[in-house]
Antibody
Framework: EVQLVESGGGLVKPGGSLRISCAAS????????MTWVRQAPGKGLEWVSS??????YYADSLRGRFTISRDNAKNSLYLQMDSLTTEDTAVYYC??????????????WGQGTMVTISS | DIQMTQSPSSLSVSVGDRVTITCRAS??????LNWYQQKPGTAPKLLIY???GLQSGVPSRFSGGGSGTDFTLTISSLQPEDSATYYC?????????FGQGTKVEIK
C-alpha cells in the first residue's frame, strides 16, 4: 500500500526549532519529488517546500528559516523549522508529486502532523 | 508568485443540484491546474489534474474544465458525501499556489 506517515509534531516555544519527518512506503521513494504543505487552523492550504533528486524549492515567505531534506535510503522526508513564530502553527502534510499527462499534482498525502507554536 | 482566486468562497446547495466552482489565475497557466477535496480533519484528496483529468477512483460526477486563466470544477449531481472544501492549485510554476478554498455545504 502506498503510504505517507508524518511524525515529530508538537508544542514549541516561539523562537524554537523543530524537525518533522515523513516516512514513505509502497513506492520507489527516490524517484519522486516530495513536498510539504501546511494548513493553519481554520485556514487554507499553503505550499511550503519541494525536493527532487536535484532541486529544492521554498515558498518565498519561508526561505531561510525552513530546510527540506530527504534520505532515500530510509525512504524519509524531513523539514527542519527554525526561528518559529506563532504564525507557523499548522498541520504539516507531506505529499507525493506525480506527473499525470504532463502536469504535476499531489496524488498521495499523509495524515498530517500538528505543530503548535506557543509560549 | 501566481495568485489563484476561487469563487464563491462558500455555497449551500441541495442534494442532486449541479455545482460549479470557479478558479482564476493571475496569469496564464495553460492547463496546469489541479483540484482537491478536503473533508474536516482529513488530508486533501486529488480530484482533477491537468484541468480536466479525472483522478483514478474519483466519481464521474466530478469534472473540470478551462485553460489559460479561467477554470471550473463541476459536480453534476451533488451527493451528501460531497460536503467538503475544494481547492484549486496551479502547477505551472515551481512555486506552487492554492486558491483560498470553496466550502460546499448541503442544505
Amino acid at each position: 500500500e502506498v503510504q505517507l506517515v508524518e511524525s515529530g509534531g508538537g508544542l514549541v516555544k516561539p523562537g524554537g526549532s523543530l524537525r518533522i519527518s515523513c516516512a514513505a512506503s509502497g513506492f520507489p521513494f527516490s524517484t519522486y519529488t516530495m513536498t510539504w504543505v501546511r494548513q493553519a487552523p481554520g485556514k487554507g492550504l499553503e505550499w511550503v517546500s519541494s525536493i527532487s533528486s536535484r532541486t529544492i524549492y521554498y515558498a518565498d515567505s519561508l526561505r531561510g528559516r525552513f530546510t527540506i531534506s530527504r534520505d532515500n535510503a530510509k525512504n524519509s522526508l524531513y523539514l527542519q523549522m527554525d526561528s518559529l513564530t506563532t504564525e507557523d502553527t499548522a498541520v504539516y502534510y507531506c505529499a507525493r508529486e506525480r506527473f499525470l499527462t504532463g502536469s504535476a499534482a499531489f496524488d498521495i498525502w499523509g495524515q498530517g502532523t500538528m505543530v503548535t507554536i506557543s509560549s | 508568485d501566481i495568485q489563484m482566486t476561487q469563487s464563491p468562497s462558500s455555497l449551500s446547495v441541495s442534494v442532486g443540484d449541479r455545482v460549479t466552482i470557479t478558479c482564476r489565475a493571475s496569469q496564464s497557466i495553460s492547463n496546469y491546474l489541479n483540484w482537491y477535496q478536503q473533508k474536516p480533519g482529513t488530508a486533501p484528496k486529488l480530484l482533477i489534474y491537468a484541468a480536466s483529468g479525472l483522478q483514478s477512483g474519483v466519481p464521474s460526477r466530478f469534472s473540470g474544465g478551462g485553460s489559460g486563466t479561467d477554470f471550473t470544477l463541476t459536480i453534476s449531481s451533488l451527493q451528501p458525501e460531497d460536503s467538503a472544501t475544494y481547492y484549486c492549485q496551479q502547477s505551472y510554476s515551481s512555486l506552487w499556489t492554492f486558491g483560498q478554498g470553496t466550502k460546499v455545504e448541503i442544505k
